[in-house]
């Protein structure tokens, strides 16, 4: 065999396996391609009912005068009324927190006005209620109209929305709430799996999203409401075998 032969052979040869590289490699990639899209993603929710476990009550009230000493001996026996009010309801000492008095002195705001307030000075005592007795609270500030019909004036904003119902336990329920939204979600991939002719297979990736605290009845202020809802999606993306 002459060597143009034996050449023509080599080149052959050569250009064969090129060929089948070049059938191989894309037919690989097409493969490993389709079984990473071979997934499905689903939405797993899970939801529980719980109570506030904390309870920030605002009280806040004012007291109008000429005199500053007879002003600031009135807020002083008010202050006492309150605190006196609370205490017969069933607050301790450290649930009650005194805040500092405010003095507005309307002469000083007048910035050239030649109009006279009727009152010079607007005196503001602020205190707050922290318990974890939300009951009591509830039932206390729903009974301080016993205290306006002693005079004591509530500032009008403090008083619309004097408390705030508080959850602090998320930590202690969130373990839960993600095992039952994962069961929720392989459920759906499940569902998905039967229809498609296939089988849920582990965990490509998760999400645990974000836990939401809710007024019980879905239509409100979630911090006016003692019953809360807690809800979380969490979002999961199954193999599918």
Known sequence: MDD???????????LCIGLMCAGFFPGYYYFKTYKTNNSVVVKGLAEM???????IWKIKFTVAGNDMMAS????????????????????????????????VDKLAERYGSDRTPTYRYILTQKL???????????????????LISKGIIFDGDEYSKPVSYLFTGLNEIKPKMLEEATK????????????SDSKVGKIRKASQGVFSILAETDDGY????????VRVVSTIEYWLD
């Open 4 to 14: 143009k032969r034996k050449s023509k052979i080599v080149y052959g040869v050569i």
């Open 49 to 55: 009912d719980v109570k506030a476990d904390l309870a």
């Open 72 to 103: 600031q001996k009135k807020v002083e026996t008010q202050l006492a009324e309150v605190i006196k009010f609370l205490k017969t309801a069933g607050f301790s000492d450290d649930e009650i927190i005194p805040d500092n008095l405010s003095v």
């Open 128 to 146: 707050t209620v922290k318990s974890s007795n939300v009951n009591l609270v509830e039932k206390s500030s729903s009974n301080i109209s016993s």
């Open 184 to 195: 929720n979600a392989k459920q759906s991939a499940e569902e998905f799996a039967k229809a």
């Open 222 to 229: 979630e911090k006016q409401f003692i019953n809360k809802k």
